[in-house]
């Protein structure tokens, strides 16, 4: 028996042994896949704890059958069942309810949730799904009320942001901030290093000051944590371009039928009389090309107890899709930042961003780009002659020429050194009191060169050197921002919650320009030709016309108070005071106030327990914010422009007084209004944003028309700056998302949102009423105006009311003789006689349309299934129009195949005149060239693929995804022409379109892998 008892109790123990050992794994965080420090690990069952490590390990004893539970500050409980003994991994989610989201604000970070103004965010998910190789292209369609357009498609090309619309008829860029450094130019930004991107479109942008009247984008870059183990992540996507457009171009025989019946019209010879033997040549097939894009980034991240640390390095390589290798661009990026608590009250913060990039450029734009020759040269011509060589655009006009000979004969190099670092210290004392100062600043040297060679294109040709000419330029800029301030936070009886910040700020920045023209090398090889070997040099300081240097500067004071009792009703004021170098002593100051409020309803006792809102905030806003972003030194004459003398019988080429002064300019203001509501429903899963705006603009800095009298005619002399017109911009901003998880495996997010502007100029302070711009064809009246009573940038032109069919149509009809000193005939556009004075001039011009949209839509989706994850984004824009100008009006240019729907005859069309080489007047600009541009694009499409964590053990990875995507996939518009989202960016004619290089079509593959 006793044998028996003690055989027993040795089954019961092993027995119990086996069913308690150590269980093992790692805790991470599910949206990073980064390790957790210092997450708690409790076994609920024995009631024993432990924490992880650095690598986020643990151990613990446990039985088959108990309970572990998982918490980590600012993430989801977890508790999980122990089954067996396999390592587990742990993922913990964010907890949105405890980890509030922060912005920064200016001077400061505010939660969301307290957030008074109209701040829209975009994280750094989002921009990792995008793969922009422009930072400005993840905020199209991501951020209601933003808007982003191209001047041109070719690689590093700047991109034009505008908040809310066009504010001001001159510098509409708004104030780039990266991680507190101002920053003009985006290109020197990888967009992989940014974790987020705040936009401040309402009066709460005010406390930036003047710099900051078109709105405020914020970008932080990512940083370490505390105690956070070291965490190495590395990027690499690459891919290739195309075009994502072409324009159908006559081929060879019908271009020669074409101009046949042209030539007959007129009563001329035809200059085809045989058309079955002719050369065929797309020139937008021989200049448009598929282009490489590669970009590599890797960073590492990490923190102790008392310090933070980041760095990261990335390399972008683009060639173009004209030009390939003619029009590249180059980035390499280095940035770092390093915090630390020097003790319990002293912490310092530093950063640094370095950016290297070199571009070549080809002639993009305009008359005489290489896509506006492309479309207008002859298909009968081929690229080269039967010698081999570059066949000469005779007969097209003096701007048409080959565009393949002009891409081999383009030669130019610039390249940006560029280095941002910031310092700054904090020092808290007497418990409720902050004290921050901290400097900014920026250098950069920009240096380059451009060779014209000797060159014959053809007989009259504009483009033709007899002479070649090489320029070599240095520029330097460099600028600094101080700011101290002192914040006060203080909580009363557990309710009244008090921020009080009071500091100043000064800016300063400089530019120095520099360069050597060279005329008449002998050799005519780019490789070969230099400044000393020109036969005439000149330097940069011998021509007038514009300022070899600059040096402005700004100084503030500001005070913001910020209020809130009991979490449920808020307040912010600021007051700001600018002082700026651009106006003259007496208007040097200027004082601007803004106010918001907010009241969180959801959080009142008769919403507590309502089973509707989550949340509900309601927020209002006001302010007047300066601007003074002209030309330096308006208020005063500069000896900028060109005077010629006579010394000893010699014409000396000397200076005289530049651009007219006008000692009465003053600051620009803007008076901004905002309501706004923000909600949340369905457990937090639908968010709904919703903001009414109206922003005027008063004291318009404006150049106005002036009479050639007071000398702004002559050679670098030009009209004063006056405070000339009002401006106003207001509309809706809607947005909503939702997201869920449908199944264990299933989740999505969707996201909508739209915005409406209507832009109307109030007043124009000219004896004209009105300022003209924007050119059309040549030798044609401006098309553009700025006018009260209409959006800014206006068509204005011609109404067409049909074709004439016959004679008696004609003869029926006012006189248009004024339009091209010829009388129409049947074929010809008829012109509405608007005034009704009996015959058509300038006098029945009228609005044609304009190239601001009436409504811009983003719409995203993603889908998450296992390991599998989708993304698509979609941009849309409705009611702007564009200016088709990038036809040449002459009689042996090529065309677009709409001329095959032109008039025949009597019946034949109504829309389309008929062709001629004679002098008519169908090229006046009508709305015959207005465009509906509106657009929906699938700006990106992204299937990707994660592997599992048990794959990745062996070969050391946190997480490592792999994806393919389509940038730009398609575009969905009416518009003829090669992009319908391009603009020039010059407020006053942004949407004539002379041959916008096309945004590109891009496949591209990658990984994001982590260590």
């Known amino acids: ?180 450094n101002i920053i003009e130019d985006l290109s020197v930004i990888n967009p992989g290093d940014i974790e987020s991107v705040s936009v401040l479109k309402d009066a709460t942008a005010g406390i930036y000051g003047v710099r900051a009247a078109n709105g405020v984008i914020i970008i932080t870059t990512k940083g370490g944590r505390k105690n956070q183990p070291l965490t190495v992540e590395f990027n690499s996507w690459g891919g290739f371009q195309q075009t994502s457009r072409k324009l159908p171009t006559l081929n060879s025989q019908q271009y020669a039928l074409i101009k046949n019946e042209a030539f007959a019209n007129n009563g001329e010879a035809i200059p085809f009389t045989d058309i079955s033997n002719l050369s065929n040549t797309d020139y937008q097939d021989e200049v448009f090309e598929d282009a490489l894009v590669l970009n590599n980034d890797a960073s590492i991240r990490g923190g102790t107890e008392k310090s933070t640390y980041a760095f990261g390095v990335a390399v972008l390589s683009q060639d173009g899709i004209v030009g390939s290798d003619k029009s590249d661009f180059d980035r390499f990026t280095m940035r770092g930042n390093f915090d630390h608590n020097w003790t319990k009250n002293l912490k310092m913060e530093t950063g640094f961003l370095y950016s290297y990039t070199s571009n070549k450029s080809i002639n993009d734009g305009g008359l005489g780009s290489v896509l506006f020759n492309a479309l207008n040269m002859a298909p009968t011509i081929p690229v080269r002659n039967a010698a081999g060589e570059f066949s000469l655009a005779e007969g097209l006009g003096n701007e048409v020429i080959n565009p393949e000979a002009q891409l081999a004969n383009t030669f130019n190099k610039n390249k940006v050194g560029k280095i941002s670092g910031n310092f700054g210290l904090t020092y808290s004392f007497l418990d409720h009191f902050k004290a921050t100062a901290r400097i900014q600043a920026n250098y950069s040297e920009a240096y380059g060169n451009n060779f014209n060679p000797r060159a014959f294109y053809g007989f009259g040709k504009v483009f033709n050197l007899t002479e070649n000419v090489y320029s070599e330029y240095e520029n330097f800029f460099s600028d600094y921002t101080y700011d101290a301030f002192v914040t006060y936070n203080n909580t009363f009886n557990d309710k009244h919650n008090v921020e009080a910040t009071l500091g100043m700020s000064a800016f300063r920045t400089r530019g120095d320009f520099n360069d050597q023209t060279a005329f008449g090398n002998v050799s005519n090889d780019y490789n070969e030709v230099s400044i000393s070997g020109g036969r005439n040099i000149v330097d940069g300081d011998e021509l007038v016309g514009s300022a070899r240097r600059f040096d402005q500067r700004l100084l503030s004071h500001f005070l913001r108070v910020q209020y809130d009792y009991d979490g449920k009703y808020l307040f912010s004021g600021v007051i700001r005071r600018d002082g700026s170098t651009i106006f003259g002593p007496e208007n040097r100051f200027g004082v601007f106030p803004t106010a918001s409020l907010g009241w969180i309803a959801s959080e009142e006792s008769f919403l507590k327990d309502n089973k509707i809102f989550d949340f509900l905030k309601v927020r209002a806003s006001a302010g007047i914010i300066g601007n003074d972003r002209i030309p330096a030194f308006g208020f ?358 002379n041959g916008f290089y096309p945004v590109a079509r891009t496949f591209l593959i990658g990984i994001n892998a982590k260590f």
């Open 1 to 180: 028996m006793n044998k028996f008892t003690l055989l027993l109790f040795y089954f019961i123990a092993a027995y119990s042994f086996a069913q308690q050992s150590i269980v093992s794994g790692k805790v991470l965080e599910q949206s990073t896949g980064e390790a957790l420090l210092g997450a708690t690990v409790q076994n609920k069952t024995k009631n024993k704890a432990t924490t992880t490590d650095f690598d986020g390990l643990f151990s613990i004893e446990a039985s088959v059958g108990d309970v572990l539970r998982f918490t980590y500050v600012g993430a989801l409980t977890k508790e999980v069942t122990v089954k067996n003994f396999d390592p587990l991994t742990i993922k913990l989610l964010e907890d949105v309810a405890t980890l509030e989201e922060v912005v920064v604000i200016g001077y400061g970070t505010q939660a969301v949730r307290e957030v008074t103004g109209a701040v829209s965010i975009v994280d750094s998910e989002v921009i990792e799904n995008l793969k922009p190789s422009r930072v400005e292209e993840a905020l199209q369609g991501q951020v209601a009320g933003v808007n982003v357009t191209s001047s041109s498609g070719s690689p590093g090309a700047g991109l034009n942001i505008r908040i809310r619309g066009i504010s001001t008829n001159g510098d509409n860029r708004p104030l780039i901030l990266v991680d507190g």
């Open 636 to 993: 005063v004459s500069l000896l900028t422009g060109e005077g010629q003398y006579v010394f000893n019988d010699q014409i000396i080429n000397g200076t005289a007084g530049g651009a007219l002064s006008n000692p009465e300019i003053k600051w620009e203001e803007q008076f901004t209004a905002n309501v706004g509501v923000d909600m949340q429903f369905l457990s937090n899963k639908l968010n709904v944003t919703l903001d009414v705006f109206n922003r005027e603009t008063k004291d318009l800095l404006i150049a106005p028309d002036v009479s050639g009298i007071l000398g702004a005619a002559a050679p670098g002399s030009g009209a004063p700056f006056i405070n000339g017109g009002d401006i106003r911009n207001r509309g809706i901003e809607f947005s909503i998302g939702y997201s869920d998880k449908i199944t264990n495996d299933l989740s999505f997010n969707a996201n909508f949102n739209f915005a409406t502007l209507d832009n109307e100029v109030l007043a124009v302070n000219n004896d004209n009423g009105f300022i003209e711009a924007g050119g059309f064809g040549v030798g044609q009246p401006p098309i553009t105006r700025f006018q009260e009573g209409f959006t800014i940038g206006y068509f204005y032109g011609y109404q067409t009311d049909g074709i004439f069919q016959n004679a008696a149509e004609v003869a029926a009809h006012p006189s248009q003789l004024a339009l091209a000193g010829v009388e129409a005939q049947p074929g010809d556009f008829r012109y509405k006689d608007l005034n009704g004075d009996g015959v058509v001039n300038l006098d029945d011009r009228t609005e044609l349309g304009d190239p601001l949209p009436d409504v811009t839509m983003g719409f995203n989706l993603s889908l998450n299934y296992k390991n599998w994850d989708f993304q698509s984004y979609f941009f849309a824009s409705l009611g702007n129009d564009m200016v088709r100008n990038y036809e040449r009006n002459q009689p042996l240019t090529n065309t677009t195949t709409n001329i095959l729907n032109r008039w025949t005859g009597e019946g034949s069309t109504n829309s389309f005149p008929r062709v001629t080489t004679g002098a008519t007047a169908n090229q006046v600009f009508s709305d015959f060239f207005v465009e509906d541009a509106s657009f929906l694009r699938a700006q990106n499409l992204q299937l990707g693929y994660t592997l599992n964590e048990k794959a990745l053990d062996n070969v050391k990875l946190s997480k490592l995804r792999i994806y393919a995507a389509v940038r730009n996939a398609f575009t969905l518009t009416k518009y003829q022409g090669f992009d319908p989202s391009a603009s020039s960016g010059d407020p006053l004619a942004s949407g004539i379109d």
